[in-house]
């Protein structure tokens, strides 16, 4: 379970830090996005999410390739949760978790050890901004992209 939850947490967290690299190519949000829940905000597109991995871990044109349908297929999927009215909360989240529990073990069979780790750390890096962004600590600049 323990392993399952991480898991989770990386998909997510790959989401959002993909979310947060757009950020400045994307124009600003409508002020009334702010009281939003994490269900209604948008997905990053799979082909800046390509970009990123690429640039991070030095994705083959072989891995792109293995990737990029993985990294679609989520985006559709993780819309037609969303879009879902008739599921109730609980168990949207737990069919979102197995989800991105699934396409992040997809991804990780492309990435070899060396990626698997680097990205590993990426995510964890991502997670403490996250975490100091909640506590209200201003994010550092120092060392990002």
């Given amino acids: 379970?323990?392993?399952?939850?991480?898991?989770?947490?990386?998909?997510?967290?790959?989401?959002?830090?993909?979310?947060?690299?757009?950020?400045?190519?994307?124009?600003?949000?409508?002020?009334?996005?702010?009281?939003m829940g994490?269900?209604?905000r948008t997905a990053p597109d799979p082909q800046q999410q390509i970009a990123r991995l690429t640039k991070q871990l030095d994705l083959s044109p072989d891995q792109?390739?293995?990737?990029?349908?993985?990294?679609?297929?989520?985006?559709?999927?993780?819309?037609?949760?969303?879009?879902d009215a008739s599921l109730k909360p609980a168990d949207?989240?737990?069919?979102?978790?197995?989800?991105m529990e699934s396409s992040g073990s997809q991804l990780n069979a492309v990435l070899t050890p060396d990626q698997r780790q680097k990205f590993?750390?990426?995510?964890?890096d991502a997670k403490q901004r996250r975490q100091d962004a909640k506590a209200g600590n201003a994010p550092s600049k120092a060392g990002g992209n």
Avoid at 64 to 83: E, G
Avoid at 120 to 124: G, I, N, V, Y
Wanted: aromatic share 2%; charged share 15%.
């Fill in 38 to 40: 994490k269900a209604d």
């Fill in 64 to 83: 792109v390739a293995k990737i990029t349908p993985i990294l679609q297929d989520r985006q559709q999927r993780v819309a037609a949760l969303r879009s």
């Fill in 120 to 124: 590993a750390q990426w995510k964890q």
């Fill in 1 to 35: 379970m323990k392993h399952t939850l991480r898991l989770a947490v990386f998909a997510l967290s790959l989401g959002a830090v993909m979310a947060a690299t757009a950020a400045p190519q994307v124009s600003s949000p409508p002020a009334s996005t702010a009281s």
């Fill in 92 to 99: 949207r989240k737990a069919q979102m978790l197995a989800l």
